[in-house]
């Protein structure tokens, strides 16, 4: 039998090179790798004996890759919503993270959170949350693509006590999961504010060690740009800078509040952005200047942020959204056109994560992380540009398949080797636990 799997859509979307979309083209797929791309009719007569997957209404594009999530927050959707973000946190998502958080907390959430990324297009995401080995552990189970969080804080929570005790648990658990394929890592420093000097120093020192990215929220909103400087004479990026933070390890999540000259250092030095517009809307932190990023050669990826201030982990209404704030805010309606937000939320994400050798466009020798999306319905017809109704008209209820390595992971909009009834029931009873506190 053979191993051969022949992918055959309407439209097949690269992504590399860029602003190509292809008719009349097939992929082949072996031992979960893309071994080629090219005329469907050359394909089939190359591998006559490969299974055939028929998408006749379909565009194939690279699995969407979340750049920025709390996956197991997902417990905690609606808990406590219109609050700006230091209200959230402080009176409702620690304490709720005090009472509750545990390994089975985030496992369970992870596994919910994954099974709706998956049917979203999501085939793999960057996490940040405690207990990471317990989000490792839900994504090897999934057979989800994921890149893992070493999370540092100088202040103690059920998981750590302290920065040293956080980074060599999150030491521990990278040592333990770098085995599995699935699976990269990033130190996961939360913020300036919650992180001192000298444990950015050791996470520096780290970070070259290990040759892992280092993800962190950076200026996401103007009270905590101003209340650095107010506690040190110095804006975030600034410190980071002298630091010696500043290189293309850096995924500066946010990156909202940033003067030109912040924009410049983080072009000069390589670094990369995760831009989260629906968690930056519904907080009320603002606008990133996603147009004079990009303008100055930042790497400009797309997250979700969190569950519970999404309060959805979508990366097609991310990518409709950074579209067209892009625009508004940059006064320029050729900001950001949908080849470039699709880019943002696949090729752009896994350079972020240091794995674009690997995943974010559809070329032979990457993993076969496939979406496709059905274009067929009426509410898409009739349609002239494929990519266009990707991030302007289509929704994440048009993905129908995904694979994650040639593996099937959603077959017609049915979710492969995940029992969504029981998932359902593990929410259910997080619910129950935490309702008391909303």
């Known amino acids: 039998m053979s191993d051969e799997l022949l992918i055959a859509p309407r439209w097949l979307v690269p992504v590399e090179p860029a602003g190509v979309t292809l008719e009349g083209h097939a992929v082949l797929v072996r031992g979960g790798t893309i071994a080629r791309v090219g005329p469907r009719a050359e394909l089939e007569t190359e591998s ?6 028929e998408l006749p209404d379909h565009v194939l594009i690279p699995g969407l890759v979340n750049a920025h999530t709390h996956a197991a927050m997902t417990l905690m959707r609606g808990l406590a919503d219109d609050l700006p973000l230091m209200r959230w946190l402080e009176d409702h998502i620690w304490p709720a993270e005090g009472r509750h958080l545990s390994h089975d907390f985030v496992h369970d959430g992870t596994l919910v959170a994954i099974a709706e990324m998956l049917r979203g297009g999501v085939t793999c995401f960057n996490e940040m949350y405690m207990y990471p080995e317990a989000a490792a552990r839900a ?6 693509r994921a890149a893992i969080g070493m999370i540092a804080l100088e202040f103690p929570t059920p998981y750590a006590n302290d920065a040293q005790d956080y980074l060599a648990k999150g030491i521990a658990m990278r040592d333990e999961w770098s085995p599995h394929p699935l699976l990269s890592f990033c130190l996961a420093p939360h913020a300036p504010y919650t992180v001192s000097d ?3 120093d050791k996470i520096g020192v780290l970070a070259e060690q290990l040759d892992v990215p280092i993800h ?10 101003t209340g650095a400087v107010a506690r040190n004479g110095r804006r975030p990026l600034e410190r980071l800078a002298t630091l010696g933070l500043l290189s293309p390890r850096l995924v500066a999540v946010h990156a909202v509040h940033l003067d030109p000259g912040e924009i410049e250092a983080l072009a000069r030095h390589g670094c990369h952005v995760a831009h989260c517009p629906t968690s930056n809307l519904k907080l009320a ?6 147009a004079k990023l990009l303008d100055a050669g930042v790497n400009v990826a797309l997250g979700t942020d969190g569950a519970a201030s999404n309060n959805r982990l979508d990366l ?14 940059g006064q320029r309606a ?3 056109p949908a080849h470039q937000a699709l880019a943002m939320a696949t090729l752009h994400g896994a350079r972020a994560l240091g794995i674009d050798a690997r995943i974010g466009s559809i070329a032979p020798g990457k993993a076969a992380d496939l979406v496709a999306v059905n274009l067929g319905s009426l509410e898409l017809s009739p349609c002239y540009d494929p990519v266009s109704h990707l991030v302007y008209a289509a929704g994440r209820h048009d993905v129908s398949h995904v694979w994650i390595d040639g593996r099937p992971k959603l077959v017609d909009r049915r979710l492969v080797g995940i029992d969504t009834e029981a998932l359902r029931a593990r929410a259910a009873r997080w619910s129950a636990q935490l309702r008391p506190l909303h």
């Open 316 to 329: 097609f209404e991310e990518m409709r959204l950074a579209a067209l704030l892009a625009k508004a805010v």
């Open 198 to 200: 000298a444990t950015f």
């Open 216 to 225: 962190m929220h950076v200026h996401e909103t103007l009270d905590e740009v």
């Open 139 to 144: 994504a090897v189970e999934t057979g989800m």
């Open 48 to 53: 006559p004996h490969a299974a055939r997957i």
């Open 285 to 290: 932190s603002g606008f990133a200047p996603v």
């Open 334 to 336: 050729d900001v950001v």
